[in-house]
């Protein structure tokens, strides 16, 4: 599953104090996390107000059969560079002693976080990656897509 995705764009500085008060030296991401969660809930999903976490910004999307939630920040890469990425990334969690399949509301949410995302002509180099993909920067960049296409 695609589930980090990557881009450039100058919409998304931290806000005054975010890097040295609020997240952890040189990270920030609460603007890209505030535009993320208005632009999912104009795609219907119900989510939270971002929190800020030491690592970047997280966003809980409500969902009855697991904890599914975005995380957000720069991306120290490029100097305008962002990543965000959605947890589980995995097909399947374990809840209860039960197996639960979680691509078809994963896939959901990654296809209207690119809708999101493209349709902002100020965000540039969209890049989807799997986990793993990313873990490892084995990625082909021209494998860089929502899934389903």
């Not at 995705?5 to 990270?27: A, C, L, M, T, W």
Request: net charge negative; hydrophobic share 35%.
């Amino acid at each position: 599953m695609k589930t980090h995705v990557e881009f450039r764009s100058d919409k998304f500085p931290p806000y005054d104090g975010e890097q040295e008060d609020e997240i952890n030296p040189r990270r920030w991401g609460r603007r890209l996390a505030e535009f993320l969660a208005n632009g999912l809930r104009r795609e219907g999903f119900e989510v939270s107000e971002p929190d800020l976490e030491d690592w970047g910004v997280a966003i809980s999307v409500t969902n009855d059969r697991f904890p599914l939630w975005i995380g957000c920040g720069n991306h120290e890469e490029y100097a305008d560079g962002f990543l965000c990425f959605i947890e589980p990334h995995t097909p399947v969690v374990r809840r209860w002693f039960r197996e639960i399949d979680t691509v078809e509301r994963v896939a959901a949410l990654q296809a209207a976080m690119h809708r999101v995302l493209s349709a902002d002509p100020s965000i540039r180099d969209i890049r989807w990656w799997t986990h793993d993909e990313f873990d490892s920067q084995a990625a082909d960049p021209s494998d860089a897509r929502p899934a389903g296409e």
